[in-house]
């Protein structure tokens, strides 16, 4: 009886261990860094995924504060080059960023995107300027829902100093 629970046991234990492997793999973070800019300056905002598994859909919700930041391009990484791309900028203050491909792509800890914001002229003080994913959706070539974090820091627009 004892050598029955304790194989029972030793199952359990393996199964839970077999799981918490498959949904730590199949798990993607979505992150973006801290950065710090000087006032009136162009700053490149990468996009970065970490653990992506088949990746051949994105689509991102962005909302920037456009009384500090005015969008001004985006450029796809090297890495996502087989994915096509289109941002809809047409609101100030949101950016809808959607990539699709008929093959997912793979890879840790990359960047899929560059955003490139201009930022406002003659700042005095320091403003933090938080750029918010409020929407994500990832999805794999077999087209499945692949399960998503967020780890997003701000950016920090600084005084352009004396001249």
């Known amino acids: 009886m004892k050598r029955i629970s304790t194989m029972i ?3 359990a234990l393996s199964v839970a261990v077999a799981f918490s492997w498959v949904s730590t793999v199949a798990a993607s973070e979505i ?3 801290a950065l710090s800019v000087k006032s009136g300056a162009t700053v490149e905002v990468p996009i970065k995924i970490d653990q992506a598994d088949n990746l051949a859909g994105v689509k991102l919700v962005l909302k920037y504060n456009p009384d500090i930041l005015t969008f001004k391009r985006a450029v796809r990484s090297e890495q996502a080059a087989s994915l096509m791309h289109i941002v809809n900028d047409k609101k100030p203050g949101i950016l809808i960023l959607v990539m699709a491909g008929a093959t997912g792509i793979n890879g840790v800890d990359f960047s899929i995107m560059s ?3 201009e930022t406002k002229k003659d700042l005095k ?3 933090v300027a938080e750029i918010n994913i ?3 959706q990832l999805m794999s070539d077999t087209l499945k829902k692949l399960d998503c974090s967020l780890k997003v ?3 920090t627009v600084v005084p352009e100093g004396p001249k």
């Open 125 to 127: 003080t320091n403003h």
């Open 9 to 11: 046991i030793s199952m």
């Open 153 to 155: 820091h701000p950016l």
């Open 31 to 33: 992150s973006m860094p």
């Open 134 to 136: 409020t929407e994500c």
């Open 115 to 117: 955003l490139f914001f």
